[in-house]
């Protein structure tokens, strides 16, 4: 037999060929898996232009659990949970904290001072940046608390034999007044004026064929160890529903709100404002101005119209589909909207920044011109415009 013309026999067995092939399939898996990723990460990342963790001045990160019992207080923050109130640098360092217990506890804020309270409890606390300023108790069920900028306490609680009371709180903790409702319905909101002298007691009347809203002021003396408080006015507004927001244009005239109307008082005299809007969300004063938070109906994207001294609207700017949160300071107003970040000027009528960030906003704090802080689902940024 010639060797040209041998054959030589085939390895049907090779062990390596179907591990190369195996191998193959995953690489080619793997591949498209990363282009879909890189696909889906670019997508993601269009419009994001701004990096709030990489921009911050200051910060931590956290979850999200812990970012909702972050409160912006000062230069810091407040911690709330049912046993514990702290407060926190913005690098996350504790100053100070006090033991409590509370079920529910929720808040109001003014100026230097910060009171927590435990809502359907009777527990309340008022604070400053330097620590705790009294802690106490009340012998009623509490429903809505408010603080003054000089430290006044209002708390809404039940009361047998009436709808509810307002107590009135000095800055040492002592109940200096109680303001019963026996005849103009439940209290709902409360509201101090820029000078502290007067207080506004939402109320709503359920009891008739309509509901009925009302407005009762009680006047708070400078000395109330030589003065009491006494009920200083009352209000009717025209609206058939519930008017809970209360805003000052000064220490004598107010506008209150409800879902679908606002009505002024000026010179003692309640009526509507020209304007309507649909679906008032929140109003709340900037500048010389004041900005009504609405959309046009349910499913609509949100605006905010800014009502001059006049009340005239003066301008008006699409927010988005969903308003998380804003803050105000001077003629600055700082919206948190969808995954946006608008730095509105009152004054000049324009958006001066418009960023769009990469993490879910929680709240924010406008603490200066300049300074924001701002709690996110992953942690604290302190952003500078």
């Known amino acids: 037999m010639s060797k040209s013309n041998q054959a030589f026999p085939r390895n049907e067995n090779n062990p390596i060929l179907p591990w190369i092939i195996i191998f193959s399939i995953l690489l080619v898996i793997c591949s498209g898996i990363l282009v879909y990723l890189l696909r889906e990460h670019e997508d993601a990342s269009k419009g994001v232009d701004y990096s709030l963790s990489l921009s911050a001045d200051a910060g931590f990160d956290c979850d999200f659990s812990e970012a909702q019992r972050l409160f912006p207080f000062e230069d810091g923050l407040m911690k709330l949970t049912s046993n514990r109130i702290s407060f926190l640098t913005l690098s996350g360092n504790e100053t100070f904290s006090i033991d409590v217990s509370m079920q529910a506890p929720f808040l109001d804020q003014s100026g230097a001072y910060f009171v927590v309270a435990d809502q359907g409890g009777f527990a309340f606390a008022l604070f400053n940046k330097d620590g705790p300023i009294y802690q106490n108790y009340l012998d009623s069920k509490i429903s809505c608390v408010a603080v003054s900028d000089n430290g006044m306490v209002a708390i809404i609680a039940e009361e047998k034999d009436s709808f509810g009371s307002v107590c009135i709180i000095d800055r040492s903790g002592n109940l200096v007044a109680k303001w019963s409702s026996r005849e103009s319905g439940y209290p ?52 058939a529903s519930i008017m809970p927001q209360m805003v000052w244009l000064d220490n004598d005239r107010f506008l209150v709100a409800g879902i679908e109307s606002i009505e002024s008082v000026i010179d003692q005299n309640i009526q509507p404002i020209e304007t309507q809007f649909a679906n008032i969300i929140y109003i709340m004063p900037a500048h010389d101005n004041i900005c009504v938070v609405y959309s046009d109906g349910i499913g609509q994207t949100y605006k905010a119209s800014f009502l001059n001294s006049s009340l005239e609207i003066t301008n008006t700017i699409d927010l988005g589909n969903q308003v998380k949160a804003f803050s105000s300071y001077g003629d600055h107003i700082l919206f948190a909207v969808d995954n946006r970040l608008l730095y509105y000027n009152v004054r000049k009528h324009n958006v001066d920044t418009s960023l769009n960030i990469d993490e879910e906003v929680i709240r924010i704090s406008l603490r200066d011109k300049k300074k924001s802080t701002i709690v996110t689902a992953t942690g604290v940024r302190e952003i500078s415009f």
């Open 188 to 239: 709902i909101s409360l509201s101090f004026s820029p000078d502290n002298s007067l207080i506004n007691i939402g109320l709503v009347d359920t009891n008739r064929s309509q509901i009925k809203p009302s407005i009762k002021q009680l006047y708070i003396p400078d000395d109330l160890t030589k003065d009491s408080i006494y009920e200083y006015a009352y209000y009717a507004p025209q609206s």
